[in-house]
């Protein structure tokens, strides 16, 4: 069966770093994008970060310069996070596109307290 497997969230102060991990299982191929995004509550989900095979990345502003996406050759995604912020409390969210596959993990809660 295909999935993936957020890991790493939790509780941190305000300042604090979390790193999250996505591991894809199953028979996957040639990934083309992996993508964190994130749901805080009462919001709609909103893109954090991609990357894609060639390894260029994106970043929502509200991120930049404070968190790391990085992918490794077999299709683990990770999620550094610095100076954590309480707005950046949410749940995380992993995704993959191959083909016309798009793939969701079921998700990593993140609270960061003030």
């Known amino acids: 069966q295909v999935q993936l497997v957020e890991s790493g969230g939790g509780l941190v102060q305000a300042g604090g770093s979390l790193r999250l991990s996505c591991a894809a299982s199953?028979?996957?191929?040639?990934?083309?994008?992996m993508g964190w995004y994130r749901q805080a509550p009462g919001k709609q989900r909103e893109l954090v970060a991609t990357i894609t095979r060639g390894g260029s990345t994106n970043y929502v502003d509200s991120v930049k310069g404070r968190f790391t996406i990085s992918r490794d050759n077999k299709n683990t995604l990770y999620l550094q996070m610095n100076s954590l912020k309480h707005e950046d409390t949410a749940v995380y969210y992993c995704?993959?596109?191959?083909?016309?596959?798009?793939?969701w993990g079921q998700g990593t809660q993140v609270t960061v307290s003030s």
């Open positions: 199953g028979a996957i191929f040639n990934i083309n994008t």
């Open positions: 995704n993959a596109v191959w083909g016309y596959n798009n793939l």
